[in-house]
C-alpha cells in the first residue's frame, strides 16, 4: 500500500476525533438540560439535575482504561485497525442512548443501562485521542509536529460546534415537551451515520512508519502497559497534571456555565446555546495559531503562558459571569474556549513526546485522559457544589488553582527527545 499524503492523515487523524467528540458532547448537552428529567425520579428535581452531572463524569473514570486497553493493542498490533475499533465502541454507545427508555418506563434499571452505556462512551473515547495524535505526528516532518498534531485538537471544537448547532436547531424547532420527549433522542441517533464515514476513513489508511519500523525490527514490547509504568511513571503523571485546566476550562464553560446559565441566571436556553456556538470559534481560532507557534518557539513555552492566563480567568469569573449579562457571559465564554484551544493545541505534539514509539499509544493516553478526570470528569458537579456553598467566587477559585497545577506541571517536564527513538 503506497503512503498516503499528508493531507490525507490530517483529515483522518481530524475526522475522527470531531466524531466522537460529537458523540460525547451531545450527552454533555442532554446533562444539563434533559437527562435528569428524563433517567431520575422527578420526586427531587435539585437531585436529577447533581445526577446527571455524575453520569456526565462517569465516562470520565472510564476514559483511562480505554487508553489502556486501547492503549495496549496500539503499541502491540498497530494505531490503524486500533482506531477504528475505538470509534465503533464509542458509536454504539451513544447510538443505544437515543433509543434508551427514561425512568417513567423501566424505573431503576433506566439510569443504570445510561451509567453503562455512557461507560462504553468513555471507554471509546479513552483509545481515541492517542491513536489519533500519532497517527498525524508519526506521519509529520521534522519541525512540523506541532502544526500536524494540531488536527486531530481541531476535532473537540468542530465536534461540539455540531453537538450545540444541532441542540439548538432541536430547541428553536420543538415545543420544551417534544424536545423532553423525543427531540433530545435525535442527536444521538443520527450519530451513527457519521460513525460509518469515519470508520470508512480510517480503514483506507496505512499504518505509520514510525510503528511499522518498530514492529519489523522487533521493538515492540509484550506487555506495554507495564514496560510504561515501570519506566515511564512520572511522565505519566506530570502529564496528567498538565492536561488538567484544558478541560477544565472546556466543561466549565460548556456544561457548568450551560447549567447555571439557565437554570440561575434564566438565560433563555436558545440564547446561551447561540452563545456557545460563537464561543467556540475562540477555542477554533487558537488551536492553528497556538500549533504554529508552538512549531517556533517550543510547546513548552506556549503551554505554560496559556495556563498563566487561564490561572488570572478564574479570577474574572464572577464579575464576567455572575453580572449576568450576555454580552459579559458571552466573551467569558469566549475567553474560557480561547485559552482552552491555547492549552490543548501544543499537546498533540508535547504529550506524545514524553514516551518512546514502543509505549507512545499507551503513554500518551494514559496521561491524556487521567487529565480528564483530574480537569472534567467531575468539575462541573464540583462547581454546581461549590457554588450552592460559597457562591460563584469559589468556582473561579477552583479554575485558578487548576490552571497553577497544570502550569507548575510543565514546568517540571523537561524537554524530550523521544521523537528520535
Request: glycine share 12%.
Amino acid at each position: 500500500m503506497t503512503a498516503p499524503s499528508m493531507s490525507r492523515i490530517a483529515f483522518a487523524s481530524f475526522i475522527g476525533t470531531a466524531i466522537e467528540f460529537y458523540d460525547f458532547y451531545i450527552y454533555a448537552m442532554a446533562a444539563a438540560l434533559v437527562v435528569g428529567q428524563v433517567f431520575f425520579p422527578a420526586s427531587a428535581p435539585a437531585a436529577q439535575s447533581l445526577n446527571a452531572l455524575l453520569t456526565f463524569g462517569l465516562a470520565f473514570i472510564a476514559r483511562p482504561l480505554g487508553a489502556v486497553v486501547f492503549g495496549h493493542f496500539g503499541d502491540k498490533f498497530g494505531r490503524k485497525s486500533t482506531l477504528a475499533t475505538s470509534l465503533l465502541v464509542m458509536g454504539i454507545s451513544t447510538f443505544l442512548i437515543g433509543l434508551l427508555p427514561g425512568y417513567a418506563t423501566l424505573g431503576i434499571w433506566a439510569p443504570v443501562l445510561l451509567c453503562l452505556l455512557r461507560f462504553g462512551q468513555g471507554l471509546g473515547l479513552g483509545g481515541e485521542w492517542a491513536g489519533a495524535t500519532l497517527l498525524a505526528t508519526e506521519y509529520a516532518p521534522e519541525g512540523k509536529r506541532g502544526w500536524y498534531g494540531m488536527f486531530p485538537q481541531l476535532g473537540p471544537p468542530i465536534g461540539f460546534l455540531l453537538a450545540t448547532l444541532t441542540f439548538l436547531g432541536l430547541s428553536l424547532g420543538l415545543t420544551e415537551a417534544q424536545f423532553l420527549q423525543w427531540g433530545w433522542r435525535v442527536p444521538f441517533i443520527i450519530s451513527a451515520a457519521l460513525v460509518m464515514t469515519g470508520l470508512y476513513v480510517r480503514f483506507r489508511l496505512a499504518e505509520t512508519p514510525v510503528f511499522a519500523q518498530a514492529q519489523s525490527a522487533h521493538h515492540l514490547h509484550r506487555w506495554p502497559l507495564k514496560s510504561l509504568l515501570l519506566q515511564h511513571g512520572r511522565a505519566i503523571v506530570l502529564g496528567a497534571l498538565a492536561m488538567g485546566i484544558c478541560y477544565h476550562l472546556f466543561y466549565t464553560a460548556t456544561v457548568f456555565c450551560l447549567s447555571y446559565g439557565t437554570q440561575t441566571l434564566h438565560i433563555p436556553r436558545p440564547v446561551f446555546l447561540g452563545l456557545l456556538c460563537v464561543a467556540v470559534t475562540g477555542m477554533a481560532l487558537a488551536t492553528p495559531l497556538s500549533a504554529w507557534w508552538s512549531d517556533r518557539i517550543g510547546s513548552r513555552t506556549v503551554l505554560l503562558a496559556g495556563q498563566c492566563l487561564a490561572c488570572l480567568l478564574g479570577f474574572v469569573l464572577v464579575s464576567m459571569m455572575g453580572s449576568g449579562q450576555l454580552w459579559w457571559v458571552g466573551l467569558f465564554l469566549f475567553l474560557a474556549l480561547f485559552l482552552m484551544g491555547v492549552t490543548f493545541a501544543p499537546m498533540g505534539a508535547f504529550l506524545p513526546a514524553q514516551f518512546p514509539v514502543a509505549v507512545r499509544y499507551s503513554g500518551a493516553g494514559l496521561a491524556y485522559q487521567l487529565g480528564g478526570i483530574l480537569g472534567a470528569s467531575f468539575a462541573p458537579a464540583i462547581a454546581q457544589f461549590l457554588v450552592e456553598q460559597g457562591g460563584l467566587s469559589w468556582v473561579g477559585f477552583y479554575m485558578s488553582a487548576m490552571a497553577a497545577i497544570s502550569a507548575l506541571a510543565v514546568w517540571r517536564i523537561k524537554p524530550s527527545r523521544m521523537w528520535h527513538d
